[in-house]
């Protein structure tokens, strides 16, 4: 079963609006979370860091006062994408470490659609 | 910029057949590799990974195989089926940030 949860996995916001995004660990804490975003047939390109306690830290050339990172809580870190724009229009899949092992685990993805 | 790239953007194999699919990394710093499979519409799926101490693992029908010399990285799926069908990507970390670097993927395409 999934470990890390995404909500909405699809939503449709007007141009101009902001829109947030969930990722939650499911059964274990998650002190640092990762934002990725994927275009249609393209790779995933990695966002932010977000890290719980303290400020996001974000990839060259992505806005961080358009892309706001919230890690509200040790198994919750939220995305919201403010006065969204049609060329926002994604993929947004986040990740988290899990365990001892140290594995990567994604989210499932949330689909934005700005119209 | 150092990154992860594919040497085959599409492979079409008959179920049953071996497949394997590639990837070449240029970062000779990276130490961690993981292969994920993505389906449409769906958030990448862990299948595999290997650290750089390594240049071999096995898991379920598949194998990953490192080879560090040539910055080289592989994905074996033995016997493969229609449900193998989906975009694969490498990925790569250096240093233990786990911030991971794609390659561009490969769309395998099992025919039954």
């Known amino acids: 079963g999934a470990v890390v949860s995404q909500h909405p996995s699809r939503v449709i916001c007007k141009s101009g609006t902001s829109v947030k995004i969930e990722c939650r660990s499911l059964d274990f804490q998650a002190t640092t979370m990762f934002w990725y975003r994927q275009f249609p047939k393209q790779s995933l390109m990695l966002m932010a860091t977000s890290n719980e306690g303290s400020k996001a830290t974000y990839e060259q050339g992505v806005e961080k006062d358009k892309f706001l990172i919230n890690h509200a809580s040790l198994t919750l870190s939220t995305l919201t994408v403010t006065s969204a724009h049609p060329e926002d229009s994604s993929f947004y899949i986040c990740?988290?470490?899990?365990?001892?092992?140290?594995?990567?685990?994604f989210g499932e993805g949330s689909w934005l659609t700005v119209v | 910029g150092e990154s992860v790239g594919l040497h085959l953007p599409t492979l079409s194999v008959q179920e049953g057949d071996n497949s394997i699919i590639n990837c070449a990394y240029s970062?000779?710093?990276?130490?961690?590799f993981i292969w994920y499979k993505q389906e449409s519409g769906k958030g990448p799926q862990f299948i595999i990974d290997?650290?750089?101490?390594?240049d071999k693992r096995q898991g379920q029908r598949v194998t990953v195989l490192l080879n560090k010399t040539v910055k080289h990285l592989s994905l074996q799926i033995a016997a493969t089926q229609p449900g193998d069908s989906a975009v694969y990507f490498c990925a790569e970390n250096a240093g233990s940030n786990y911030k991971l670097t794609f390659g561009k993927g490969t769309l395998l395409t099992v025919n039954p």
């Open positions: 290997i650290r750089s101490n390594m």
């Open positions: 970062n000779s710093a990276s130490d961690y």
């Open positions: 990740s988290a470490i899990l365990g001892s092992g140290n594995t990567i685990y």
